[in-house]
């Protein structure tokens, strides 16, 4: 019943709106963190409330976590939490939890790590999102902040069974691209900041665009696909190594068989009686099958680096044929 | 009868009484008849003489006895290996059979063993008693028997006959020999050991089956009686004839129950014989008194026949004595000598003095003394001598003894023996006689003095045979051992001399006779290798390369036996410094990189034995390695070896090197590197001192392309001087290392440069202008060097090409691609495996199988975009752009639409490789796009 919920109650969710506030809440904390060259993946509690009726989730607030792996750590990043609640409805602020932000470094974000703390977060609220913010897009004039939710069929695989079988993934059409969901983001802003803004717009300069992208954020960005590719590699071969094993067994379960019966037709031709058959499965193990979550997920990352390097170079292409034609 | 042997052991002991002597004297008998009397107890050594017939008869009756044996304890496996070994024994002595008639005593065994086994057969119940091999035997031994049988119906059915008659006419062979051991007893009154050397074995035994025991242990090679020889010039007093005479009442009261029994072929041919000959004795060893023969005695050519054939006899035994033989048979060929016997019997006297000689060290791994070699060498020279002095006289190897023509002038005068087998023994001892000297002494030195002689010898065997027509075969052989004299010989007139007398004509001429005539393939395959390597000893690169490579000779030789597989590495190694010498640095590379590389050279070439870390051979194995040591003076020179090894991999790898400065995977040479790598560890570099320190040092001074230090450091070291043409190979490395540096330097520094003269380059390598363009045209064109002429200006333009972090790593991104593609058809083609139970938790579905598909399409799609829009700022068409940037779009949108499938991957990939970086160079214009 709860999953048939929540994949109901996944569905209805449209769009995620972002205060301004939280946005530079976020910025702040990351850059924060960057600037003291600590470790760069910053995580946070995302506050707000849920628009049923609008089928909006509404993020109006949020607070920093620590960024620790350790038990301590957890315990006191819960107690900190605990009381970051309480005193926000004190002060009767939003204090309903919808998600967590995490920050990311060129999309490596997408791990077991990760798809766990989704899948926790969607555990205790059917509506929870993951806000991905990537410091380093923004640090070149682009703002990027992705929401992110498991998918309904990736979430009930997930609870069933952590490592992802093959058949698993084939009953429940579940690929790598449809292994999260991503909502789309609209940032809201209080009209008196709108005001800000056009004025602040007005300001700037706009020398900046015709820079063009430069290429140790491509060539980062190839290493990283590269890597991806090592790990599909790896588990390429691994596959292939399954698959040969269980290919032996079965020839050799097929000989067995054969052999057994002849046995057998042998016994009953001299007048005794065949011997009981006994059960393949006891004789023959089968081999634990290859998971498949990591493989999803090393796609799942090789996809966003393949998008992040088409936007990245899409830009600067257009700004070469733009000169080009200048040029001539 | 005990008459008669009361006598004969009376003179016997008389004899033993009256000459204390303890020489070996020869009986004057036929070889067959070994059956006169003796005392049980005594242990000496009988040496009669025994013709080819005795030995196979011996052999017969030991395994019938081992028949009758085994027949005996029902051990029917025993009995029918023993009937197989009887058989082949039968085959094999079938000449002599049919020159002196069946052996009885075979008939009577085969015979009695069908009755047997009939027998057995029958009797059901023993057999089933029997074990199961013993009962398969038998039933194969009831078949094998009656099978062979029926080729001896005759006989046996003679034998079944009347077999008493064959126990008779054993009887009076019995009589009849011990008559004629009377007379010879007679011959020889002083000779103490008559008795005791002829002692009769069948006779005196009671049971015929030890009889043959006895006297088979006798004749071959007992240890014991062998020892007892050697001892009994002492107790021979002892034996007197208190000693005998004890016995004789045992014996009386023995001998009439003895069956007397022997296998016993026609003796009619033999005792004939026996009335012309007679007893000599021997000389007395401790007075030196007594002659070789008898005082009176009259010296015939059977008689010093008969003596030579004793000693023969007793050759390869522990006890045996052989300096004396030795000095013995010497005198006998001067006893040939003053009483003018003839050529024959002296020729067969040193041929069988040079045996003697062979025999002196019973090991065969231990190598002569000095001194007997010498005398090997003269005696060699004498037989040779007379032989060509007298051209009537044949060796004939293969002939058995009793055919030889020692005297009758009518006929060829034949010797049994082979003068090419004693020449070939001859040169093997004196491989091995060099091999166990110190190489640096003077004794060395001496010895190698005598290959001259044994050259000499060897053309003059050549010669000989030459003359008596011998055998292709044989002529073979003996050209053979002359090439392997020649064939490590440096001719220093090679050059001027091209004559017929040179050594170069004369290989040719000896090798392509055994090219012709040679039916065994290892005399061709060794002739060939000798060949080559005298070749390329003469800078003859390419008849020697040729030579190697149209005779398949590297295929075949890993068939070949151990010494030519050294030739073989031996021939190599010399071809690789061949073509060092000629400057083909390539060519000697790969050639001596097969033998540096394994750390082992010196067992290769079979010069010395490396000391090993662990110690992976044993005791055993040293030895056999040490015998197969080639002489020093054939040594090649490993040192030598090494340096020009080393230098070609610094000639090669430098600039290889320089050229994948980034990519150190491929090495052309690891020794090399290693060499480098240990150097690099020592913490104080000074100037090079030893061979690999020059070397070193060399390599690191051209990887600063600065030819003229490395040249300096390169040809100081004195090794080369060991090089024969020194100057010309020095003259030829410093103009190699002049090049390789000039090419490490385009390597290394061609990307400071946008354009360089090669008048500088000319300065900088001391080269000249043309030399220059010539080695920069051939890089550019093996796309070594980006860069081309400018003739106007007499520049070298380089352009700049080197790939750039990210295009390496696009680069690297295909290469991926294709080895996911790869993965992922193999997995394709596998199919999906289901288990037996219908379910397949573990097979792969098609799904993931697609979701590899996708993302890799996507990844190599996004892959080749970010590439590509790269380019685009440098190098990337338009054209190219759009046409890709448009159909790997629809792809992608057709894959995920459909099932996608490995066929598409392909394509992507292709697409991808084709015009992703294909195209980098290309320069085109870019001005519109699908953005």
New interface residues.
Partial sequence: MATSSNAQLISTIQQVEITSQVIMKITRHCHHELEKQLDPHVNGVLLGLINENKHVLEVTHCFPLMNSDTDEGMEINREYMLEMERSLRQVNIDYQQVGFYQSTYLNTHCDRNFLDSVFDYLEEMNEAIALIYDPLKTKLGNLSIRAFKLSAPAFKLYKEDKEF???M??EN?L???NLFVEIPVVIKNSSLTNVLLCELDSVQDNTSFFT?PT?SY??K???L??G???E??QD??K??N???N??KQ?TA??KY?QDQKEKNDARVKDGLKPLPEED??KIFK?????G?LE??LS?NR??S???M??D???S???K??LA??FM? | MSSRFFAQLGDSSDESSSSDSEVEAPVSRAPARQYSSILEESDEEKRVVRSSKDKRFSEINETIKAIRNHKKIKDITKVQEGFTTLCQIYAKSQNVIAKNGCPRAFIRCIADLETYIKEFWEDKEGRSKLNKINSKALAALRQNVRKYNKDFITEIEEYQKNPENYEEVIEEDEDEDEKSEDEAIGFAPSATKVAKKTRTTSSRGGDDDDDFDDDSDDMWGDDSSDESSSDDEVPAIGYTAAYFLKRKDDDKKDKPDRKKKAPRPSTKVASKEDEGWTTVSGTDKVTKEKPLFEDDAEITVELVNQKIAELSSVRGRRGAKRQKNIETLEMLSGICVSENLGIPILAKCMYYTCLAIFDYNPNMAVCMKVEIWVQLLATLDKLLTLLEQHREVHFNEGMPEEEENLEDPERTLTVSGSILVIMERTDDEFTKLLRNLDPHGTEYVERLSDEAKLCSLILRVKAELGHRRASHEEMCRTYLREIEHLYYKVDYKADEDSGPDSSKAKMDQLCKYIYRYDSTDRIRTRAMLCHIYHHALHNRWSEGRDLMLMSHLQQSISHADIPTKILHNRTMVQLGLCAFRKGLIQHAHTTLNEIQSSQKSKELLAQGLSTQRMSERNLEQEKIEKQRQIPFHMHINLELLEYSYLTCAMLLEVPHMAAHQFDQRKKLSRTFHYQLRNAEKSPLIGPPDSMREHLVAAAKAMMKADWKTCADTLLAHKIWGLMPRAEEVKEMLKQKIKEESLRTYMFTYSACYDSISPHVLSRMFDLSNAQINALISKMILNDELKASWDKPTELLMLHRAES???QS??K??AD??T??MD??E??LQ?G??????GS?????????T???N???N??G???Y??N???S??SYQGRQNYSNQGDRSGGYQKRNYNSAGGAGYNRKTGGNYNNSGYNNYNRKQ?????A?
């Fill in positions: 079988t093959a058949e993934l084939r059409s690929t790598y691209e063009l290429s491509l060539e960005s190839m290493q696909l590269l991806g590719l090592d599909i590699n390429l071969q596959i292939n399954h698959q040969r269980v290919y079965q379960i097929m068989i393949v499965s089968d081999f634990a099958p290859v498949r493989s999803l796609s090789i996809a680096h393949c998008d390097i088409e990245h170079v899409r600067g292409i257009g070469l044929y080009d034609s001539s | 750039s972090k990210l790593l696009a690297q991104t991926k691609l080895y996911v993965n992922t193999k997995m596998q999906t495996p289901f288990t037996s139970k397949a938790p573990s097979g792969l579905p098609w799904n993931s697609w979701t590899n996708m993302y890799m996507k990844g799609a996004q892959g975009s970010g590509q829009s790269y685009g700022q214009n870019y001005s519109q796009s953005y």
